[in-house]
């Protein structure tokens, strides 16, 4: 397993400096900050569902791909030096019994609730956004400065004790003679969600509205683009109301925890 | 997840006679049998520990790259269709106060004392072994007919919870001009323990005589030839003895189970 303490040769800075603006306040969504550095979504359970959660990413790894599980009761990770993780993300939603109760840009006070919980913080798709804009594919979220568009799918997750749910994805609008390489080089990384789960038909997985996305916001898509969809880690929180968790804290979609790792330590 | 219900265009009648020939006592070690079918390591513990043992291997995932999770209570799984995990392994052991307490062919005694049993079944790097030989890489044991010898280093894993133990490798000699070759060739199998994780310098690793392996078989080390250690998932049966793990049920070393998956489908 990748950790900071591995990586001493790199100037975390960028990282570092992005956790503190957030831990002191800013609320804005992640895509395109402290560029090279790896961006993880973040689910908080008590000890109690921890076990189902981490068979829920066992099973469905391309939704799911763990990077760092927190032991019971730290809020601290292997993947960022001195992170609090109940303060760095800019915006946390709170879910109780399947419900979204609370976006608040601070969950210390929700997270004293428990003694015992544990964090896990997983793959995001932006970490394989800087290679594809390196070879020369448009990511029109960060063109628009917006947040990725995401998609609750008909996809079923396989289930795993008490959760279950549907598979939420990310879209790009991608040029037909790109999207071959935006496959390929997603697909170089899979502990961040790899490869495409579905390219072009959105009906196909439900998506009725490719205008309306269920999180973050609409992007353009332009003549000879075809919508290109990845598995996102914001499928937890599809299983957290899917399943009625009775308490749940996590990172607000598009609005992620940053990492001191380097993109490139998940290339395969 | 790989499961064999997406395999349903395969013959797996090689594993599945594998399989019969075992639950009805035939005690041998696994290397060549049913060559092509992934074969898999196995450890069995309590509900109670599989949290624990979960993030253990997800913090090992070169040691304990897991294929399958059973869910509590169940004896089946889906790498293999109407196995019986009770019974189909050629040897079990079975393990109380992380001390070795029986080696039997039948576990479904030992495994009717606990209602909640949960099952993982781990990658085994016989499943390269095949596309190493087929690039003409010798595989010593198989010419030899014996089993693969594992050793205990002096490694430690990432703990996890009441987890800890040092890293099980397995040996394979390989003749110098073929090593990198050998490397290549298991990288692509990410999740079956992948590339070696140490190339000769046997003492390094706290290995002291290589001709006196600490599970299965001493193999001839030829002249020009460089012994290769991959890391083993016999590394959860070292956590069982460190730990003290009240109870599990595991293979023996080198009995392993067969699974209906082709070899080539964990091919990265």
Chains 1, 2 share one sequence.
Not at 38 to 54: E, K
Not at 88 to 112: C, F, H, M
Not at 180 to 187: L, R
């Amino acid at each position: 397993m990748i950790s900071f303490e591995h990586l001493a040769h790199v100037d975390a800075s960028p990282a570092r400096n992005a956790r503190a603006q957030y831990r002191n306040g800013l609320v804005e969504p992640t895509a395109g900050v402290a560029r090279g550095f790896t961006q993880a979504n973040m689910i908080v359970l008590p000890r109690d569902w921890a076990f189902d959660f981490l068979l829920y990413a066992q099973r469905n790894p391309k939704a799911c791909p763990v990077l760092d599980v927190s032991d019971p009761g730290s809020h601290t990770t292997a993947l960022a030096k001195d992170a609090d993780l109940r303060r760095d993300v800019p915006l946390y939603r709170i879910w109780r019994n399947g419900k979204l109760a609370e976006e608040t840009p601070d969950a210390s006070a929700a997270w004293a609730e428990h003694p015992d919980l544990v964090s896990f913080l997983i793959g995001c798709s932006f970490t394989f956004e800087t290679p594809m804009a390196e070879a020369g594919i448009e990511i029109r979220h960060i063109t628009d400065k917006s947040n990725v568009p995401m998609y609750l799918t008909n996809k079923l997750c396989q289930p795993a004790g008490r959760l279950h749910g549907n598979m939420v994805v990310s879209m790009r609008p991608i040029r037909a003679d790109r999207v071959a390489d935006a496959a390929t080089i997603s697909g170089r990384f899979p502990s961040v969600h790899g490869s495409p789960v579905h390219v072009g038909q959105p009906e196909a997985i439900g998506i009725s509205d490719i205008s309306r996305p269920d999180f973050g916001d609409p992007v353009r898509i332009e003549p000879g683009e075809v919508p290109v969809f990845w598995a996102c880690g914001v499928t937890p929180q599809a299983a957290v109301m899917a399943s009625g968790v009775p308490f749940a804290i996590t990172h607000a979609p598009g609005h992620m925890f940053i990492t001191d790792i380097p993109d490139s330590a998940y290339h395969a």
